[in-house]
């Protein structure tokens, strides 16, 4: 097969790892395109891991392909696939100094584009926003200081796809979402294609081009975080990615933009106008979510009457937890809401997730 400037980068075609009964990924299929800044997320045993360690070379498929700019990669060891990795837990060498950490990265290779060993890891460390920390000794180094260095080290040899798994989760909140904008820009300065492993789907939401979800190894959604978050495709999605109220009901009637759902003796006004896929008929089950931000005082068509029962402080915002019909209602605001309260959204605002009937 010849490579074509059109292939995407990394694709898996189908790809399933099973270890023993374990099946850690399961008939994954996605495309990660030139240059793109890709995230795998989902929860703690989904098979992001070993997604990441199918695309290194670290492990081989029990199923399915891995393939690189068209060319099928079975076989192909990890030093052989142009591939740079940053792991969780730093793994610099603690005997040698920033400097010869991020020179051990070269493999004993030239530096790309005719540069020496020195002058490659300066431009490394300038591009890291650590220069000139050659001599240091990374143990006197932060632990975002230190994942900076491992990234310098990854990218040492010029690779063609840099993968990161988890490199931040062993970092404080605060470092965590300074050191994300830091790789994203790293990212888009070289414009290198970038495979990102995390459970923190806020994270992934913040730096990515496109997120995939994944659910007990295979992909529930895979699209630019705008739609994971607006527009989820499945229950899990919807409940994984960030708050959000999901309810089940039948469809009682339809107009051209409008179902109305019944959940017990309650009506919910759910729009139906730019939902893709088979029309909504009365009689469908639908599962349908709205966002706790977008639910707030009345002046808009649906309407629904809660009981608070407990609020967390946020600073920005306040999270409400309220009961409403014996379903649990989670509304984020500004206003202080005590008792009972009359809380609207309009049918635009709610999106339906799954249709069955
Ligand atoms: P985490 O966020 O906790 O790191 P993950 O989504 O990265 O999880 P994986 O590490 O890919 O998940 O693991 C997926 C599943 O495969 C788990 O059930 C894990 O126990 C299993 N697994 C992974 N590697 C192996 C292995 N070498 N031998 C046996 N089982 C494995």
């Not at 392909?65 to 740079?84: L, M």
């Not at 005997?95 to 020496?116: C, I, K, R, W």
């Not at 001599?135 to 491992?150: F, K």
């Not at 999106?351 to 009937?357: I, Q």
Request: hydrophobic share 40%; glycine share 8%; aromatic share 6%.
């Amino acid at each position: 097969m010849t490579a074509l400037a059109s292939d995407p980068a990394v694709t898996l075609d189908a790809v399933t790892r099973r270890y023993g009964e374990t099946t850690a990924v399961e008939d994954l299929s996605l495309s990660v395109a030139d240059g793109e800044f890709f995230s795998l997320v989902g929860p703690s045993g989904c098979g992001k891991t070993t997604t990441l360690r199918l695309i290194a070379g670290f492990e081989e498929p029990t199923g399915g392909t891995v393939i690189f700019n068209g060319e099928d990669v079975a076989g192909v060891p990890p030093e052989d696939r142009n591939v740079g990795v940053v792991f969780q837990n730093y793994a610099l060498f603690p005997h040698m100094t920033v400097g010869e950490n991020v020179a051990y990265g070269l493999n004993f290779a030239d530096p790309p584009g005719g540069a020496s060993d020195d002058q490659r890891v300066a431009e490394l460390l300038e591009l890291v926003d650590l220069p000139g920390t050659q001599s240091r000794d990374p143990r006197s180094l932060s632990g975002g200081q230190r994942q900076r260095v491992a990234m310098a080290r990854a990218l040492a040899p010029g690779p063609d796809v840099l993968l990161l798994d988890e490199p931040m989760s062993a970092l404080d909140a605060k470092l965590r979402e300074r050191l994300r904008v830091q790789v994203r820009e790293i990212q888009q300065e070289l414009g290198i294609t970038t495979v990102y492993v995390t459970h923190d789907q806020e994270e992934a939401l913040a730096v990515s081009d496109r997120v995939a979800v994944i659910n007990e190894g295979t992909a529930e959604q895979v699209a630019p975080p705008r739609d994971i978050y607006h527009r989820p495709a499945s229950r899990f999605v919807a409940e994984f990615v960030g708050d959000n109220n999901v309810f089940d009901g039948e469809v009682r009637a339809v107009t051209d933009d409008t179902a109305i759902v019944g959940i017990g003796e309650e009506r919910i006004s759910v729009g139906i106008s730019d939902r893709e896929g088979p029309a909504v008929s009365v009689g469908d089950r639908l599962t349908f979510c709205v966002r706790p931000e977008v639910l707030t005082v009345p002046g808009r068509s649906n309407r629904v009457t809660a009981t608070v029962e407990s609020a967390e402080f946020l600073g920005e915002t306040t999270r409400v937890h309220l009961d409403w019909a014996d379903h649990d209602l989670t509304v984020r605001t500004r206003d202080a809401l005590d008792g009972d309260v009359t809380l609207g959204f309009d049918p635009e605002d709610v999106h339906v997730v799954e249709r069955r009937n």
